[in-house]
């Protein structure tokens, strides 16, 4: 039903054929974990831990679990569901054959590890880049308008300053 390929933000799982709409596409399998083992291996580095609820999480690190390749996006086709210590990723629309599967891993992932400016998916970039667009345009904008202003202005009389000793005034004169 998919596999692990090379993605944007490194490996990825992929869709094969076409996944059906509510189809349960893959099991986050691994030993499971209490609060003080899993701040434990999260202290040594470990990225493959899904957090269930407060007192448990799976570490989703052996190889056999494929889960582990779904990615983070912001404009998910799949999402976790939670049933009695046990995760599974479901598909949230169809997914057709060639298409990265990818879910929501939370605000805390976001705002924590990878931050919301280094987010790679695919609503995020072109996020990103409609904005440079903009800001691109207006910096444009802006050196078109400083070029018109100084190409309407005429070029400025030098004049010289004679002081009129008899009315004791200064006078500009051209």
């Keep these: 039903m998919f596999r692990v390929g090379r993605s944007r933000t490194g490996l990825g799982l992929f869709a094969t054929r076409l996944i059906k709409r509510r ?12 609060a003080k083992e899993a701040e434990r291996a999260e202290n040594r580095g470990n990225r493959y831990l899904f957090t ?3 007192r448990w999480t799976i570490n989703g690190t052996p190889r056999r679990n494929l889960a ?15 049933k009695q210590r046990r995760i599974f990723i479901n598909a949230l629309r169809d997914i057709q054959p ?3 599967i990818v879910y929501d891993y939370g605000n805390d ?12 998916c695919s609503r995020c970039r072109k996020r990103r ?3 440079a667009r903009e800001r691109r345009e207006t910096m444009k904008r ?7 202003r100084k190409a309407g202005r005429s070029p400025a009389k030098k004049t010289k300053k004679t002081r009129n000793k008899r009315a004791g005034k200064t006078v500009r004169s051209a």
């Design 23 to 34: 189809t349960r596409i893959a099991e986050y399998k691994g030993p499971l974990l209490n």
């Design 52 to 54: 269930i609820n407060s």
């Design 68 to 82: 582990r390749y779904a990615n983070h996006s912001c404009n998910p086709n799949a999402d976790p569901i939670i």
């Design 98 to 100: 060639g298409e990265e």
């Design 109 to 120: 992932y976001l705002n924590n590890v990878i931050g919301r400016s280094n987010c790679k």
């Design 129 to 131: 880049a409609r904005k």
């Design 142 to 148: 802006k050196a078109k308008r400083k070029s018109k």
